[in-house]
């Protein structure tokens, strides 16, 4: 995970001849644990492919490739050292979270405003989730509430969230059959590999860790949101035969 330069945050694009190249910038962790400005710069061909990409911390940028051949042991490196089986328990939690991101970013391009600055909110969220899941538990101490360490705050806010987009719709009472319309049935597919991210969490985390309330509370948002969404829920009763 960590072998590249990863950055969530606002950005820019800028059009070059033959291509385009952006900037991210975002808080990450330098070696000594202190959160930095990092800005990094994506370059794309004209074809679409990413040909390169740099980070800096502070005002100096390196350009560095996309691939290390790190990995190629099927091993990964974690966020404060260390490296691990990609198919042991650390990376195949925020693996999982890394999905459910992109689940939910998939669900954010088909959203209208409202809906859409919700889960932007728990995409920016899912980051933090997956700094923690990426540190081994010696450097758990490093890790700082709200960046790169799962706090209860972000857990209030999903139930704050949850109650009063309750409160515009009255919720099924039932178990419900997804599709109603496009956007209810790509927040359900986003709720369930949520709901797998939950279960694989738990082999990852330590104790004291509320990654999982984390992603239990994320999975009942989405399901409020995607029956919001619907207007109309189907509930299964109503197609037994």
Not at 128 to 153: F, H, Q
Not at 187 to 205: I, K, N, Q
Request: proline share 5%.
């Amino acid at each position: 995970m960590l072998d590249g330069c990863r950055a969530a945050g606002h950005g820019s694009r800028r059009q070059v001849r033959g291509g385009s190249w952006s900037v991210a910038g975002a808080l990450w962790p330098d070696p000594s644990g202190q959160l930095r400005p990092v800005e990094c710069i994506r370059a794309s061909s004209s074809i679409g492919s990413s040909v390169g990409v740099g980070c800096a911390i502070g005002p100096r940028l390196r350009l560095v490739k996309i691939y290390t051949r790190h990995g190629d042991d099927g091993t990964t490196g974690l966020l404060y050292g260390g490296r691990v089986a990609k198919d042991s328990a650390a990376p195949m939690a925020y693996g999982a979270v890394d999905e459910a991101q992109a689940a939910i970013g998939l669900a954010r391009a088909e959203a209208d405003a409202e809906l859409g600055e919700i889960l932007l909110l728990i995409e920016r969220d899912l980051w933090v989730l997956m700094g923690e899941l990426a540190t081994d538990p010696s450097s758990r101490d490093r890790l700082v509430p709200g960046a790169t360490l799962v706090s209860e705050e972000m857990v209030a806010s999903l139930e704050t969230t949850i109650d009063a987009i309750s409160e515009r719709f009255d919720p099924p009472t039932e178990f419900v059959v997804p599709g109603q319309n496009r956007i209810g049935a790509l927040l359900d597919v986003a709720r369930t590999v949520v709901r797998r991210a939950e279960r694989d969490a738990m082999s990852a985390v330590v104790e004291g860790s509320i990654v999982v309330p984390y992603l239990n509370r994320l999975s009942d948002l989405l399901w409020t949101l995607a029956r919001w969404q619907e207007g109309t829920s189907l509930p299964t009763r109503s197609v037994r035969p």
